[in-house]
């Protein structure tokens, strides 16, 4: 009895793990990155030659994953490189001068990837979404945010977070009232004569007169200065005038005179040039 209950334990184990399969782990690198998605989309949108940004949903996007049709992801692409390009090196940027137009738009993107956070192939659709204009998302048609907004839309988007796992529970979208009234400039020019006025006319009397001070005080200090450069001038030249009388004075010749040097000049100028006669 124990022998066959054995083999029955043993017969049910290899039906076991015969039925076990190991979970399908899905990797990291399926995922294409963002440098080389956004390589695709720029051809496709150079193939598409004059296409617009009415084919904003196509088959393009549908097998290849993404949401927008290339040619809209294009423009968002180089709206992007256009107003961010101080994220990308001055030293790259005179590098890429010789390339072509999406050769050198392609290596700015990365740079400028790698700065905010894209490294997915979904972060370039997320991406997207931030730079279409509120209310435009379900047209056939949609209009991008203006430049002036691309930096909000950029703090917008990092700080939501650049993870490709991460689900977006609501759809991001930036603000732009194009109903807003234009500002007036009209009062400039009043505005600029009453800051001329700022100052009363006493502070402008003490201003005037404290500055004709020290246009004063400035021209004593530049004589001043010259004649410390004369003096210094005077110095080195005594100096060695002193060197060469001390060498005359001093010299063998002196010796076969009848009257040698020494004897003509007074005592306290031989002691300050420390000559003994």
């Given amino acids: 009895m124990?022998?066959?209950?054995?083999?029955?334990?043993?017969?049910?184990?290899?039906?076991?793990f015969a039925c076990w399969e190991p979970a399908k782990v899905t990797s990291t690198s399926s995922l294409k990155s963002a440098k080389a998605a956004a390589d695709d989309i720029i051809r496709a949108a150079s193939e598409?030659?004059?296409?617009?940004?009415?084919?904003?949903?196509?088959?393009?996007?549908?097998?290849r994953?993404?949401?927008?049709?290339?040619?809209?992801?294009?423009?968002?692409?180089?709206?992007?490189c256009a107003e961010a390009d101080f994220l990308v090196e001055k030293k790259l940027v005179h590098l890429l001068t010789p390339l072509e137009h999406d050769e050198r738009l392609l290596m700015k993107l990365d740079s400028i990837f790698k700065a905010i956070g894209v490294e997915t192939e979904e972060d370039i659709n997320r991406l997207t979404e931030y730079f279409i204009m509120k209310g435009?998302?379900?047209?056939?048609?949609?209009?991008?945010?203006?430049?002036?907004?691309?930096?909000?839309?950029?703090?917008?988007?990092?700080?939501?977070?650049a993870s490709p796992n991460r689900v977006l529970t609501q759809k991001p979208t930036v603000e732009f009232d194009e109903t807003a009234a234009?500002?007036?400039?009209?009062?400039?020019?009043?505005?600029?004569?009453?800051?001329?006025q700022i100052l009363p006319k006493t502070h402008e009397r003490k201003w005037d007169?404290?500055?004709?001070?020290?246009?004063?005080?400035?021209?004593?200090l530049t004589h001043r200065s010259k004649l410390i450069e004369e003096t210094d001038k005077l110095q080195n030249q005594n100096s060695e005038l002193r060197m060469l009388l001390q060498q005359y004075i001093g010299s063998r010749v002196n010796q076969d005179l009848?009257?040698?040097?020494?004897h003509t000049i007074p005592t306290e100028m031989l002691r300050d040039y420390a000559i003994e006669s």
Avoid: C, M
Avoid at 10 to 16: G, H, I, L, S, W
Avoid at 65 to 78: A, D, Q, T
Avoid at 209 to 220: D, E, M, P, S
Avoid at 258 to 262: E, G, K, L, S
């Fill in 258 to 262: 009848q009257i040698p040097p020494t």
């Fill in 209 to 220: 007169a404290l500055l004709a001070g020290i246009q004063k005080y400035h021209n004593v």
């Fill in 65 to 80: 994953g993404h949401i927008y049709s290339p040619v809209l992801i294009k423009s968002v692409l180089e709206l992007l």
């Fill in 48 to 63: 598409a030659g004059s296409g617009n940004l009415e084919q904003s949903r196509s088959t393009f996007g549908t097998d």
């Fill in 182 to 196: 234009e500002r007036d400039s009209g009062n400039d020019a009043n505005y600029w004569q009453h800051l001329a």
């Fill in 2 to 16: 124990g022998n066959a209950r054995n083999l029955q334990s043993a017969r049910r184990r290899r039906e076991t």
């Fill in 136 to 161: 435009d998302e379900t047209n056939d048609s949609p209009s991008l945010i203006h430049p002036n907004q691309v930096l909000k839309a950029i703090r917008l988007f990092v700080s939501e977070g």
